[in-house]
């Protein structure tokens, strides 16, 4: 379910993808993980023009709108209260007054890694959000019927796509509607006699 939260959270049935009851989901879950699954959920849910921002060292999240243009997350958690860069994720320091700021503080702010160093992070937010799905991409193979991506984590290389469910090879993308099967005629026969016949996938 964590592996692909985007397709498989809100949890919902395998077969018909009926959405599960909350308390089904969250009695089967521990502590840890059920702080993960509310924010995923919360992400799922999330209204037009808002995003989560999650604090990179505990489970403490908030909502955001996407035009706020913060790059800096306080964490609220009383256990944790980190200062960290929305982008690059690295925690900084703050100072203890917010109105008078020591020598020392000063010189921690602009320091290579203080607080102000992660002002030049926002000038490359785009580039780095173009490269972070570049990289989420790469591990995906999309849906030849509503372009949903997927990723499969069994050794089959067949999949079922999670929003429409069609079935498709996960190594050539086609749908089974378009394989190129044995004639046993299931998509588990794209395999078949694959190292002789081009048309097929390992």
Avoid at 180 to 197: E, L, P, V, Y
Wanted: proline fraction near 3%.
């Amino acid at each position: 379910m964590f592996s692909d939260p985007e397709s498989n959270i809100p949890a919902k049935c395998s077969l018909c993808k009926t959405e599960l009851f909350q308390l089904t989901v969250e009695i089967q879950l521990n502590q840890d993980q059920l702080d993960v699954y509310m924010m995923y959920l919360a992400q799922s849910k999330a209204a037009e023009g808002e995003r989560i921002m999650h604090c990179p060292f505990c489970k403490y999240f908030e909502i955001w709108t996407k035009e706020n243009s913060l790059n800096f997350f306080y964490c609220k958690k009383k256990e944790c209260k980190k200062a960290s860069c929305s982008i690059c994720f690295n925690t900084f320091k703050t100072p203890k007054n917010e109105k008078f700021y020591t020598g020392s503080e000063v010189e921690e702010l602009k320091s290579s890694h203080g607080m102000l160093s992660h002002l030049k992070c926002y000038e490359y937010k785009d580039l780095k959000k173009e490269w972070d799905e570049a990289i989420e991409n790469g591990n995906k193979v999309f849906c030849p019927e509503c372009g949903h991506g997927g990723i499969n984590n069994s050794f089959c290389t067949h999949i079922a796509c999670a929003k429409c469910n069609t079935q498709y090879c996960y190594i050539c993308g086609l749908p089974e509607s378009k394989l190129n099967k044995s004639k046993a005629g299931n998509i588990f026969r794209h395999n078949d006699d694959w190292n002789t016949n081009k048309k097929r996938c390992p």
